[in-house]
């Protein structure tokens, strides 16, 4: 069964960026769509942003003018650009899709 990587999680300071990668285990040729969530203590999962296979996204209020999802198929992989951190964006960020999760991958923002 094909697993999911994620990578580019980190400490970073409120303002920074960062960019997430989530790559397929294997090389995929047919259509999928892929996911970015986040959740954190307490709290239920929740969608950050969604890419279609052929590049349509959505994007969480909350994120939307700061986030950018894409993706690259040749390579399998999917990445979130995380601009204009803050604070409340410290979360655990997984990616899913192929009807699988990532292991997710650590973002903290200090103020």
């Known amino acids: 069964q094909v697993q999911l990587v994620e990578s580019g999680g980190g400490l970073v300071q409120a303002g920074g960026s960062l960019r997430l990668s989530c790559a397929a285990s294997?090389?995929?040729?047919?259509?999928?769509?892929m996911g970015w969530y986040r959740q954190t203590p307490g709290k239920e999962r929740e969608v950050v942003a969604t890419?279609?296979?052929?590049?349509?996204?959505y994007y969480a209020d909350f994120v939307k003018g700061r986030f950018s999802i894409s993706r690259d198929n040749a390579k399998s992989t999917v990445y979130l650009q995380m601009n204009s951190l803050k604070p409340e964006d410290t979360a655990i960020y997984s990616c899913?899709?192929?009807?699988?999760w990532g292991q997710g991958t650590q973002v903290t923002v200090s103020s």
């Open positions: 890419i279609t296979w052929s590049s349509r996204t």
């Open positions: 899913h899709g192929l009807n699988t």
């Open positions: 294997e090389h995929i040729v047919r259509p999928y769509d």
